[in-house]
């Protein structure tokens, strides 16, 4: 209760105003009302005096006044220069538009390839195309090697599906949007992220701890948001081709069109395929399943900078086919028998959205924006002669205004969201289907002193049919103690419902019988997760020897109120039931990026986790989770040439730290693990040749050190008796990968 009431008394902030001795103000680009981001760099100064001011980062300036200064001029390179007339001292806040009548200017500003803003009140980060070009990210699960704030593994020993990980918890936890639209949810939880070609992801944006309001109840340890490229902004043609030695190859093509000055649309293709068979460990089974996958999405969009509309339409659909299992397994003579072991997985998805937006063209700080998505998700599957089919229809809207309160220091957004999911699950022969259905308000209040404070507070009042009516505030503050400084905070909460299956499917190739504590909840028999997340982070950027720098120190606790825990100590079963008890996240993270020489890079990290869980066995760390991770990243590339013709080089390092494994001491002998795994070390690199700004070719390979994890599926000799199991991986199954591939493109 005293949370819920601290979180009240800081939406209710006073809201002050200073006494001025300068004159405040924001820069916008009237050419981007959708994001109504400021201008940085742009030059203010009194009219016919020396007297001016340069823009920040967020497009604010400070400047100092005199009653006798009435005309305040605004230039910018390839804008029109405005002056403007000042009648008072209320900050300002002033769209520029771009010059049609100058001759077209390029200007190349080389921006970091991850971006660490000290002016963002949350905890947020932004990696570029630029980094995500440095390792072959076929996918979005592929695409934060080179990130050390996320931890990726394999969810199995089968389907060669990478899962993400971010302060100790797996992806569930985490609220992962595309465009600011909840996406990798319910049925999509285990392959999702597979399901988004890493070419058409333009940035990511992450968050650390308790997210925005806004996009729903669900976040509990951060926010993932994929920026897809946008039509106006792509190239008119790319193409990337993809081929690795393990068997996989990808085609990605792009083609935009311009229609008119307002429409221009998008075609995005891709395919994948592995038709090749390799069994490197000789266990009789597949080291990664073979797979094919068509993914075709097409974009609209509309821009009227003009008078203050943006939109986006989107319609995609895929289809995505694994087969795994022994060497010898034949679907059409093997499925549902006991002559092979073998599993399918068939996955359609169609799904469409719909953006909105409008920004007040005399009123630049106040808009409007509408979200719309509808997905429907099926997944028919078989993992030897268990049965798992599951049909997800998911609808989403959410409709929001933002303003300011006084000025522009104060702002806020409003709105209303519903959602609703109806799932069609069927376990063997068990029908789980349900219907959740959920309606909210939000409000987030930011104050900014446009100096060295700012605080974002939100609430929402959700109620849904199964989880109740509830409230969920978070909060973010931030301050600047001192120059290139800056401290953040943050606490929020989180509930949601477990899809305890889709999120666990690597249970059904095994052996493990299934069993759920029913305590009369409304899903699964369960109660919904609940879970409060506090977090400090200090950002400190620096210049030693004349080569710039940053250090990050992040601390972030998860503790859950409820949780779904999953019970993998009993080696000849799984079982779910509600926490009894504690279940404590901790995660501690120091990275430290520099300038090492001019293009040569580096980003150094250190992490440690004490993730801490209430079995019924006893109180045990979270099983497959290491306890530490150092890694390193060091990137390289030459001066680039008038036709952006240059090398790139990057070199990615992993220690990972020993593991705890569930328990197998019931086991015979030959079926039994250690308590602990090893250490291991992971090298990936990549070389790439720029050849013109049109065309480049990249070779790499994963996991140069070739490590491979022994026996990762036990029992593979018996795969139908009572010790079968394939899900508990460690270390990489495959050992060394080398790939190749390029690039074209038509701007």
């Known amino acids: 209760m005293k949370k819920y009431i601290f979180s009240s008394l800081i939406l209710l902030f006073p809201l002050f105003i200073s006494a001025q001795t300068n004159l405040k103000g924001m820069i916008m680009d009237k050419q981007n009302p959708e994001n109504n981001l400021g201008v940085a760099g742009a030059t203010v100064n009194w009219l016919n005096t020396s007297i001016g001011a340069i823009t920040n980062e967020k497009g604010w300036f400070t400047i100092p006044y005199k009653k006798e200064y009435k005309k305040l001029v605004v230039s910018y390179i390839g804008y029109k220069t405005d002056t403007i007339t000042i009648t008072s001292l209320n900050p300002i806040h ?103 070609p890493g070419t058409w992801v333009e940035s990511i944006q992450i968050t650390k701890g308790a997210g925005s309001v806004v996009n729903g109840f669900e976040s509990i340890s951060g926010q993932i948001n994929a920026e897809l490229v946008k039509p106006f902004s792509d190239n008119k043609f790319f193409l990337n081709a993809y081929s690795s030695l393990n068997g996989r190859l990808e085609l990605n093509t792009h083609f935009n069109e311009k229609i008119s000055e307002k429409w221009q649309t998008g075609l995005y293709i891709h395919g994948n395929y592995r038709g090749e068979k390799f069994d490197k460990n000789n266990d009789n089974f597949l080291d990664a399943p073979l797979a094919n996958q068509i993914n075709v999405m097409n974009r609209w969009q509309y821009t009227d900078a003009q008078n203050g509309w943006v939109s986006f339409l989107n319609v995609r659909f895929l289809n995505d086919e694994k087969q795994t299992g022994e ?6 003579t093997d499925k549902g028998t006991t002559n092979a072991w073998g599993s399918e997985i068939d996955t359609k998805r169609f799904e469409t959205s719909a953006k909105l937006g409008y920004v007040f063209p005399e009123l630049p700080f106040q808009s409007f924006g509408l979200q719309l998505a509808y997905s429907n998700h099926q997944q028919d599957s078989y993992f030897g002669l268990n049965v798992y089919d599951i049909k997800h229809e998911s609808f989403y809207s959410n409709l929001l ?83 290139k400084g800056v401290f953040r905070a943050s606490a929020g909460r989180g509930k949601r419902s477990a899809n305890i299956f889709a999120e666990n499917q690597q249970i059904f190739a095994s052996s493990r019988q299934i069993n759920i504590d029913n305590v009369g909840g409304n899903i699964y028999g369960l109660n919904p997760e609940i879970a409060w997340n506090y977090g400090v982070s200090y950002l400190q950027k620096f210049n030693l020897f004349d080569k710039k720098g940053d250090i990050t120190f992040d601390f972030y606790r998860t503790d859950f109120s409820n949780q779904v825990v999953v019970d ?73 040439k008038e036709n952006s013709a240059q090398w790139k080089f990057d070199v990615t390092f992993n220690n990972i730290g020993k593991q705890r494994l569930p328990n197998t001491a019931s086991n015979p002998s030959q079926y039994r693990l250690p308590e602990y795994s090893e250490r291991y070390s992971l090298l ?52 060394r990968a080398v790939y190749a591939g390029l690039r074209f493109k038509i701007k």
């Open 94 to 196: 002033h769209f520029i538009t771009s010059e049609s009548d100058l001759e077209e200017i390029t200007i190349r500003a080389k921006r970091d390839a991850v971006q660490k803003s000290l002016f963002a009140t949350a905890n947020t980060f932004t990696v570029n195309n630029d980094e995500l070009l440095k390792a072959a990210c076929c996918n979005l699960a592929e695409s934060f090697e080179t990130n050390p704030s996320i931890d990726v593994s394999f969810s199995d020993a089968l389907t060669g599906t990478r899962q993400i990980q971010m302060l100790g918890l797996k992806s569930p936890y985490l609220q992962i949007m595309q465009e600011n639209i909840p996406s990798i949810r319910g049925a999509a939880q285990a392959f999702g992220l597979t399901f988004t």
């Open 327 to 332: 060497l010898n397994f034949n679907p059409e």
């Open 401 to 483: 205004f933002n303003s300011i309160i006084g000025d522009t220091r104060n702002k806020f957004k409003t709105g209303i969201n519903f959602t609703y999911d109806k799932f069609n699950e069927l376990v063997n022969t068990t029908d789980y289907s349900r219907k959740e259905k959920s309606l909210g308000a939000f409000f987030e209040y930011a104050f900014d002193n446009l100096d060295n404070f700012s605080l974002t507070a939100g609430i929402r009042v959700d109620t849904h049919n199964l989880l109740g009516t509830f409230i969920t505030p978070r909060i973010h503050v931030r301050y600047v103690p001192w120059e």
């Open 568 to 640: 993998w100590e009993n080696p000849q079963e799984i079982s779910f039931y509600d926490l009894n008890g504690k279940s404590i996240a901790d995660s501690f993270q120091v990275e430290v990026n520099y300038e090492l020489a001019k293009n040569l890079n580096l980003r150094t990290a250190f992490k440690y986790f004490d993730i801490s869980t209430d079995y019924k066995s006893g109180s045990l760390q979270k099983p497959i989770q290491p306890n530490n991770r150092f890694f390193a990243n060091v990137s390289y590339e030459t001066e680039a």
């Open 684 to 735: 990936n690199s990549q070389i790439t040749k720029v050849f013109s700004n049109k065309f480049e070719v990249y070779v790499g390979a994963e996991n140069l050190t070739n490590v491979q994890q022994k026996n990762p599926i036990l029992a593979s000799d018996d795969p139908f008796g009572s010790n079968f199991d394939t899900t508990i991986v460690y270390s990489p199954i495959f050992g």
